[in-house]
């Protein structure tokens, strides 16, 4: 197991890493809006695998029609959770440095910490600032990150991107976050935040299946 956190991220938001939390949907951060989607994306090794790697190279961005640019690759340091015996006593953690991996187009894979800007359009809605990467797990049947708003955007919150490989052999991507806005203009007008977070993450499923379909009006 493979799990790495950036310890001190200049974000904008506090709720660092809430994507994790089970009961997101229900208990969110205080004064923001959760968001939750997911779509059957395949099945077998192969797939998660696939799917793993557009995930953890940002592919899956640049293929909803976003823009991934200066991009600054964090420390990489692992962490690995707390271990326990039996009797539940804690066995303490310890942390390791991940090795430098790369995409077939040479695109680094994403650590924790690393930061970029992002940028373009999806639908009427215009995306664009810097972003922090806050968290990163590769597990044999689960690999995930999440990025945090750092400055220059519209909204404030966190992004996660998941790929799970089931016991049934199936795989399902799920993307997940918590928002609120920032600017005048969505402040003054809530209710497109989240039409906007729904366009958003349709185009994130659609990137990973072009089968999926969305009902959401731009």
């Known amino acids: 197991m493979r799990r ?14 809430a994507t994790q939390a089970a009961d997101l949907l229900q208990y969110p951060p205080d004064g923001y809006a959760p968001y939750e989607d997911s779509i059957k994306i395949g099945s077998g090794d192969e797939r998660f695998a696939a ?7 940002w592919e899956v961005l640049r293929l909803a029609g976003i823009t991934v640019s200066d991009i600054e690759r964090g420390s990489g340091d692992a962490y690995q959770a707390v271990r326990f015996a039996e009797d539940g006593t804690p066995l303490g953690r310890g942390t390791e440095r991940t090795e430098d991996r790369f995409a077939s187009d040479g695109t680094p894979y994403i650590t ?22 806050v968290y990163v797990v590769e597990d044999p049947r689960r690999v995930a990150f999440a990025f945090g708003t750092v400055s220059g955007h519209s909204i404030s919150g966190e992004e996660s991107f998941a790929i799970e490989h089931r016991d049934d052999d ?13 600017g005048v203009f969505y402040k003054v ?4 935040l989240l039409r906007r977070r729904k366009r958003l993450s349709s185009q994130y499923l659609r990137a990973l299946s072009p089968a999926w379909a969305s009902d959401v009006r731009e």
């Open 4 to 17: 790495s956190n950036f310890e001190d991220q200049p974000t904008d938001y506090a709720a660092v890493g």
């Open 51 to 57: 799917a793993s790697a557009s995930v953890l190279s």
């Open 112 to 133: 924790s910490g690393t930061t970029a800007v992002l940028s373009g359009r999806v639908g009427s809605y215009s995306v664009r600032g810097h972003v922090r990467v």
């Open 170 to 182: 199936s795989v399902w991507f799920t993307v997940r976050a918590f928002v609120r806005p920032v």
């Open 189 to 192: 007008f809530p209710f497109l």
